[in-house]
């Protein structure tokens, strides 16, 4: 399949229907917590900030798909706001549903062009990337309950597939005005860029994340590594990918990036405060003296 060809457009934009699933966030599963886990999640500080940005990202695509002319992408795009104004709700009724202390942020809507949406677009890319290594890390860790993250792995079904039909309404765009070739990779990285720098998200003018309200929920995630997160934001970035149709274009950014990182920590040398307790213990018995001897 040639990217920017009508065909390109029709397995995107179809993918991204036939994989939409209609629910209401009240409907959903939500399952009752005991005290230890209600404690746990509202200790998280990340509520009134995921909140807002969501309820603002479901105005700024909403708007966005009343400038589109192709009618096939206007109407996937649409579709796209539908679901990322209902994760807003979505966010507002788990806070409501579990008592979590959240009051509200206003965040300035974005402007409405396509260098918006892309750089929107590639900004989700990066959000996904990392929430897909917290929700497999909270299963690991057993964090919190399976029942309760099964609910926000469908949401994060979701963003794979916003991020995936951005990816290629990204290339399609590209590839129809000449300009999709090596260099692509480059805008890639300065759109990127300015999403980290929240030229998009409006993340200058919100005030700094409290820290994580819970000593014992801290003391697991501060026992959580850099390996152990790029591990799992990897291992569960391919498994929502893997679920969509394998002739897309899947983002390879930020799991380039990761998988430089983790290659690149492999090759540090060991830290010298984890080395002296090991060289500081008496030899075991059977050690070095009993390999020797044999």
């Known amino acids: 399949m040639q990217v920017g060809t ?9 993918t991204f229907e036939e994989t939409h699933v209609t629910f209401e966030p009240e409907q959903l599963p939500w399952p009752e917590l005991d005290e230890v886990n209600l404690r746990r999640l509202r200790a998280f500080p990340f509520w009134r900030y995921a909140r807002s940005i969501e309820q603002r990202a479901g105005r700024m695509v909403s708007a966005f798909a009343l400038t589109i002319e192709d009618p096939v992408i206007r ?11 209902r994760h807003g709700r979505l966010m507002e009724h788990a806070i409501e549903r579990y008592g979590i202390d959240a009051p509200p942020l206003t965040i300035a ?24 290594g917290a929700i497999a890390l909270a299963r690991q860790k057993g964090i919190l309950p399976a029942a309760l993250l099964d609910v926000f792995d469908g949401v994060m079904f979701e963003e794979a597939r916003h991020i995936v039909f951005f990816i290629n309404w990204w290339r399609y765009e590209e590839a129809r005005a000449g300009r999709d070739g090596f260099g692509a990779h480059f805008k890639a990285l300065g759109y990127h860029a300015r999403a980290a ?56 950014i930020m799991p380039t990036i990761a998988t430089a990182l983790l290659v690149g920590i492999r090759m540090l040398p060991p830290r010298k ?11 075991a018995p059977g050690g070095s003296a009993a390999r020797s001897a044999a």
Do not use: W, Y
């Open 6 to 14: 009508l065909a390109h457009r029709d397995l995107f934009c179809r």
């Open 109 to 132: 809507d974005a402007p409405v062009s396509p260098e918006e949406f892309a750089v929107f677009g590639f900004g989700e890319c990066t959000d996904s990337f990392v929430g897909f």
């Open 197 to 252: 720098l929240g030229t998009i998200t409006g993340a200058t003018d919100l005030p700094p994340m409290p820290a994580l309200d819970d000593p014992e929920l801290a003391e697991i995630v501060k026992g959580v590594t850099p390996v152990m997160f790029l591990q799992a934001a990897l291992a569960e970035n391919r498994r929502m990918l893997a679920k969509l149709h394998p002739d897309l274009i899947k983002p390879v």
């Open 273 to 283: 405060d984890v080395m002296k307790p090991l060289l500081a213990a008496p030899p």
């Open 75 to 85: 109407a996937t795009v649409a579709l796209q706001g539908t679901e990322e104004t």
